[in-house]
């Protein structure tokens, strides 16, 4: 094969499938007959930094549409990073950036010396200008955050009761989806796990479901669990217990008038429960259940920074909190592409996907 048309595959690969500038990753959805080895050459990697940045089980295992974090160098004080383009070539660079290939080549992890458009490269820094003085601080209190994270504390109060993730012995995740019903999201994120045979959780809102209870009932139909996210979305923490049994009794009603079950987990807003209202929903038998994996779908403007935001906190055991539904006017098109991506990627990483209640070991309904 002519070297020219390798070069121009590759770059058009990579600008397909890359987007620079996301936190400190790029996203590379593997292709078929890709390597490990191959990929990092590209990006001017060694294989050992791609199978670390990407905790891959088996270094020389992936599969097609497996998604891959391709993390940008460390810079240094001196340093900038350079996104290559096609045709540039180190002598290019050297000028440029007023430097020699010694340099060049030295900072950068380049076997043979070789270029790909698509690489981020270490370059000489611009000189920065002399930071101003800073003035003396005049004195004055300084607003403090109050707010305590109180998770740990509720987990100690009622063990068994309250989960974040599932056990780290196991290559098992659940993927969770919270704020449906609707009529949009939530029957295209069930199209998608029909169509690959995956199973999930549904933590839906009592005020979402009059209208939309064939969607609830498709839910159950289908084989998934429906968790209780509450009437309103309301922050329970500020709540007294009475209204926070009013929240969660009439979503539960909605639920077991549709379907006849009443679920056991309860996933409060925004992951946040009071002392005194856990000590209800534990005595009345529910199970309190968060997440450990937050992709932050919700406010992402496209599927690879939910990725950039799920892979690097994925672990055996995972809850990975999604989004079936949103706010008026919404797009979660990037969740729905977004999901299809992670279905490969974990099966990529040797992970089973379960429902929450087979990764806790609990009952799903009451």
Known sequence: M?????????????????????????????????????????????????????????????????????????????????????????????????????????????????????QMLKVP????????????????????????????????????RVFLNGPANQRRVALTFDDGPDTTYTPAILDLLAKYGVKATFFLRGDRIPGREWVVQRIINEGHVIGNHTQTHANLRKLSVARIQEEVL???????????????????????????GLDWLAGAGYVMTNWSVDSGDWRAENADQILINTLPDLNPGSVILLHCAGGTGQDLTPTVKA????????????????????????????
């Open 2 to 118: 002519k070297k020219l048309p390798v070069f121009f595959l590759v770059f058009l690969i990579l600008m397909a499938m890359a987007v620079p500038g996301l936190a400190a990753y790029r996203v590379y959805r593997v292709q078929p007959q890709n390597t490990v080895s191959q990929i990092a050459v590209w990006y001017g990697l060694t294989s050992n930094t791609l199978v670390q940045a990407n905790r891959l089980p088996d270094p020389g295992f992936i599969i097609p549409r497996q998604v891959l974090l391709i993390p940008d160098p460390v810079t240094g004080p001196d340093e900038q990073l350079h996104l290559v383009k096609p045709g540039e070539t180190l002598q290019d660079l050297a000028a440029r950036y007023n430097t020699s290939l010694k340099w060049l080549l030295d900072r950068n992890y380049l076997p043979g010396g070789t270029l790909y458009a698509g």
């Open 125 to 160: 820094a611009a000189p920065k200008p002399p930071a101003p003085a800073r003035k003396p601080a005049t004195g004055g209190n300084s607003a403090t955050n109050s707010y305590v994270w109180n998770i740990p504390a509720l987990m100690a109060r009622h063990p068994g």
């Open 250 to 276: 009439r979503t539960e009603e909605l639920i077991a008038a549709q379907t006849g079950l009443r679920p056991l987990l309860v996933r409060p807003p925004y992951g946040e429960m009071s002392e005194s």
């Open 339 to 366: 999901t299809e991506d992670l279905l490969y990627t974990l099966w990529g990483l040797g992970y089973e996907i379960v429902t929450l209640p087979e990764l806790l070991s609990v009952p799903a309904y009451r």
